[in-house]
Structures are given as C-alpha cells and as structure tokens.
C-alpha cells in the first residue's frame, strides 16, 4: 500500500511558476514505483502532464508542457516534484500524482493502470 499526498497548487497568473509536490508513504519502498502527474480540467479526460521512471533517469513530457514543465523525484525522500513555469490559462487543472509498480520506463503509463493515486491538487491560472 501507498498513500500520496500532493500539495503546491494555488492560484497563479498567467506566465508565473508554481511546484507541485508528492509524499509517498506505505510499506512498500517508493523506489520501486514509476511516478507519474496528471491532470484533469472540467469535461475533459484525464492526461498524463509528466512521468518519471524509477531511478529519475528518464522522463517523458507531452507536447503541451515540453520545455515548460520539469519533474523529478528524490526517492531518500519519497517524494516526487513538478517544476511548472510559464503557466498559461490551459494549465488550469485538478493536478494527480499516480504510483505505478513494476513499471520501468521512459514512457508513461496510462491512468487506468496506476496502482495508486493522491487526492489532487488544484492549479488555476489566470489570464
């Protein structure tokens, strides 16, 4: 089992910078888990913003964030990061951090085969 708890969202203008974080907690090391941030506007699906593999070596960005966006974890610290700069009004979110075992790559895996998810954050960025 593992808990996730997000924080770091808020309200933002347009072109401003916020970073997200993600405690991992439970019995299994966090290590062990790819890691992953998705997001989630109103209407809309749910789609992956970030993931990370194991060691913190590959990464994967979507267009829509690529040079914008950076994530990172610190596995002593059981805790993953979202750098996000130059936000724009489209960045406006629920943002999810997601855990997914047995899962090693630079790809990222889809929502609906994350093991575990946190409670979200909100991300709103004004015009």
């Known amino acids: 089992q593992v808990q996730l708890v997000e924080s770091g969202g808020g309200l933002v203008q347009a072109g401003g910078s916020l970073r997200l974080s993600c405690v991992a907690s439970?019995?299994?090391?966090?290590?062990?888990?790819?890691m992953g941030w998705f997001r989630q506007a109103p209407g809309k699906e749910r789609e992956a913003v970030s993931c990370?593999?194991?060691?913190?070596?590959?990464?994967y960005y979507p267009d829509s964030v690529k040079g914008r966006f950076t994530i990172s974890r610190d596995n002593a610290k059981n805790t993953l990061y979202l750098q996000m700069n130059n936000l724009t009004p489209e960045d406006t979110a629920v943002y999810y951090c997601?855990?997914?075992?047995?899962?090693?790559?630079?790809?990222?895996?889809?929502?609906?085969?994350?093991?575990?998810w946190g409670q979200g954050t909100q991300v709103t960025v004004s015009s």
């Open positions: 997601a855990a997914r075992n047995f899962y090693n790559s630079g790809t990222c895996f889809l929502p609906n085969s994350a093991n575990y």
């Open positions: 439970g019995s299994t090391p966090f290590m062990l888990y790819a």
């Open positions: 990370i593999n194991l060691s913190g070596t590959s990464t």
